[in-house]
């Protein structure tokens, strides 16, 4: 499900915003990365935990930098040919590895 969603070809979040286009993308895609990220939760490890904690924060507060982040971890998921949550810790520490 989140594929689906993650392919479809849909403008920028603040593109969107801007033009005051009132679409489902940013709730459908809240929804199914919650529902992942409660799935996972109870199995995860420290760090997992403080991933997904930063990914929800994202999701809820800053859904601009959520499109772009969850997008870029399913490019690692293809790429790499790991689970999402996998994925998600190579982006965390692709990212600390450039600061």
Request: glycine share 0%.
């Amino acid at each position: 499900m989140i594929i689906s969603i993650l392919k479809s070809k849909v403008d920028a979040h603040w593109k969107r915003k801007k033009n005051n286009f009132n679409d489902n993308y940013d709730l459908y895609l809240k929804t199914i990365v919650n529902s992942w990220i409660n799935s996972v939760y109870i199995n995860a490890t420290n760090d997992e935990k403080v991933a997904l904690d930063n990914l929800r924060f994202k999701l809820n507060d800053q859904p601009y930098y959520a499109d772009k982040q969850i997008n870029n971890i399913f490019l690692l998921r293809d790429n790499e040919k790991v689970a999402y949550l996998s994925a998600l810790m190579l982006y965390e520490k692709n990212n600390k590895n450039k600061k």
